[in-house]
Nanobody, 128 residues
Framework: QVQLVESGGGLVQAGDSLRLSCAAS???????????MGWFRQAPGKEREFVAT????????YYADSVKGRFTISRDNAKNTVYLQMNSLKPEDTAVYYC??????????????????WGQGTQVTVSS
């Protein structure tokens, strides 16, 4: 069993920064060349939307247009941890942020159904 635990959310003002972390426990995934982790977010009453993803092999990243240039996803393979550095936060970034992992991806990584494991979420609230 794999568990993903997010942390780092909070209440901030517009323009501030936050760094989210997602630690994986139970297994390591570096041996899987097709392993990837991603971040999604969901505001109340709205669909879960893609934020960013990173491929473990090579570290290639992809971002939603809404966060490109402001957010940075990274990973620490030794710690089995993925990070989301969020700068220049806007009120529209307010949501519960979830990390997700897929061991052997084949599908479009912007699709939440491509992922096998999910964290419990961490709340990010940005006031104006």
């Amino acid at each position: 069993q794999v568990q993903l635990v997010e942390s780092g959310g909070g209440l901030v003002q517009a323009g501030d920064s936050l760094r989210l972390s997602c630690a994986a426990s139970g297994r390591t995934f570096s041996r899987f060349g097709s392993y990837a982790m991603g971040w999604f977010r969901q505001a109340p009453g709205k669909e879960r939307e893609f934020v960013a993803t990173i491929k473990w092999s090579g570290g290639m990243t992809y971002y939603a247009d809404s966060v490109k240039g402001r957010f940075t996803i990274s990973r620490d393979n030794a710690k089995n941890t993925v990070y989301l550095q969020m700068n220049s936060l806007k009120p529209e970034d307010t949501a519960v942020y979830y990390c997700a992992a897929v061991i052997n991806y084949n599908n479009y990584l912007q699709d939440p159904t491509s992922y096998d494991y999910w964290g419990q979420g961490t709340q990010v609230t940005v006031s104006s």
